[in-house]
C-alpha cells in the first residue's frame, strides 16, 4: 500500500537528514565550504522521501516490495556512516565523490519509488549510477560494465516494474561490497526477448540472473 512506501520514506529522511546533520557537527573542522554545502544539499532532498503521498502516482507495494523498501532505508544508513567516516579522516575527494554519487541515487530512488513502472533506459541508468555508488564505496578497488548489445533497440522505450531491478542488484553485491569479496571487474549484461528482461551479474565467483517482465 502507498501509506507502508510513505512511512518507509519518512523514515529514511528523517535518520538520513538526522545523520547528516550529526556529521556536519561533530566535524566542522574537516568540511571544506563547499563540501558542507553539498551535504546540506542532500539533506534537503532526502526531506522529499517523506513527500512521497503528495505524488500523483501510486506505489502498490506487496511484501517484496516492501521488504526491498526498507532495506534501501537500512543501506542509506549505512552509505551515510560510511561517508561521515571519509569526512572524519579527512579523505576529501573521495568523499566529495562518493556524496556525489550518493546524492544521485537518493535521486533515482525518489523517482523510481513515486511510480509503479520505469522506463527501460531510465533503470539501466540507475543500475550504472548504482555500480558507480557501490565502487567507490570500495575506494575503486573494482570496475564496472554494463552490457545492453542484446537489448532491442525498441525495448529501450518499454517499462519495467520500479523497486525491482535496483535492489536485486544491492541484494546480490551489498555483503560483498563490504567483505571485500570483490575483485577486479563487475560484468552486468542485460538481454530482452520481447517478453521480458534478464539481467546476468557476473563477478569473482557469483553468476546469477534476475529476469523481469517487460511491460
Known amino acids: ?43 534537503n532532498q532526502t526531506m522529499r522521501l517523506s513527500e512521497l503521498n503528495s505524488l500523483k502516482n501510486s506505489l502498490n507495494v506487496s511484501n517484496k516490495e516492501t521488504e526491498a523498501l526498507l532495506k534501501s532505508k537500512d543501506r542509506l544508513e549505512v552509505i551515510l556512516t560510511q561517508l561521515e567516516k571519509k569526512i572524519d579522516s579527512n579523505q576529501m575527494a573521495i568523499s566529495e565523490t562518493l556524496l556525489t554519487r550518493f546524492s544521485k541515487h537518493l535521486r533515482h530512488l525518489l523517482h523510481e519509488g513515486a511510480s509503479s513502472r520505469i522506463q527501460l533506459s531510465e533503470n539501466i541508468e540507475y543500475l550504472e549510477g548504482s555500480l558507480a555508488l ?27 516494474k520500479s523497486i525491482t531491478l535496483t535492489p536485486w542488484l544491492f541484494e546480490q553485491m551489498w555483503g560483498d561490497v563490504f567483505d571485500g569479496n570483490i575483485n577486479k571487474l563487475v560484468l552486468l549484461h542485460l538481454s530482452t526477448d520481447t517478453f521480458e528482461l534478464k539481467a546476468i551479474l557476473k563477478y569473482s565467483t557469483k553468476d546469477v540472473e534476475c529476469k523481469t517482465e517487460l511491460l
Open 1 to 43: 500500500m502507498i501509506w507502508l512506501c510513505i512511512v518507509v520514506a519518512a523514515l529514511a529522511g528523517f535518520y538520513i537528514s538526522r545523520r547528516i546533520t550529526e556529521s556536519h557537527l561533530r566535524s566542522p573542522n574537516h568540511i571544506e565550504s563547499d563540501e558542507s554545502e553539498k551535504l546540506m544539499q542532500v539533506r
Open 134 to 160: 557501490l565502487t567507490v564505496i570500495n575506494d575503486y578497488q573494482w570496475g564496472f560494465e554494463i552490457n545492453t548489445d542484446k537489448i532491442a533497440p525498441i525495448d529501450m522505450g518499454r517499462e519495467v
